[in-house]
């Protein structure tokens, strides 16, 4: 893939299979530690996340879905991670992700990389 196509975006990583959002939840720790494993680090993180749940009509189960901002390749080996943490049965799907849905997380990306946000035409 060229650079120009590998370009940071927002991805989101699914953890499919939890029979509960409990059981989503718990996910989240560790999840978070294997991204960030040193909390107190200096900022910003290699790849800003975020959380979020998402039910599965098909099985009524949920879904952890943790949102990246990152390249489509980083995405990848971050998704490739946390499939050996959770291990089977469940599955782990990434996608594009819509901005406007991870909104706080492109604003933690352009804050982290000092770019400026543009709201209403006007840069913030």
């Known amino acids: 893939m060229s650079p120009v196509e ?3 975006g927002v991805y ?6 939890c029979p509960s959002s ?6 989240q720790d560790p999840v978070e530690r294997l991204l960030c494993p040193d909390p107190d680090h200096a900022p910003p993180c290699d790849v ?3 959380f979020t749940l998402a039910g599965e ?3 009524d189960t949920t879904a952890l879905v943790l949102g990246v901002y990152t390249s489509n390749g980083q995405a990848a080996r971050v ?6 943490l959770v291990g089977e049965p469940r599955t782990i799907t990434v996608s594009a992700g819509n901005d406007e849905e991870w909104e706080e997380l492109v604003e933690q990306y352009r804050f982290e990389k000092g770019l400026h946000s543009v709201r ?3 840069r913030q």
């Open 6 to 8: 590998d370009q940071p």
């Open 12 to 17: 989101e990583i699914r953890i499919h299979g």
């Open 22 to 27: 409990e059981e989503a939840l718990a996910l």
């Open 48 to 50: 800003p996340w975020s």
């Open 57 to 59: 009509d098909a099985d």
């Open 79 to 84: 998704a490739d991670r946390v499939r050996a």
């Open 120 to 122: 209403n035409g006007r």
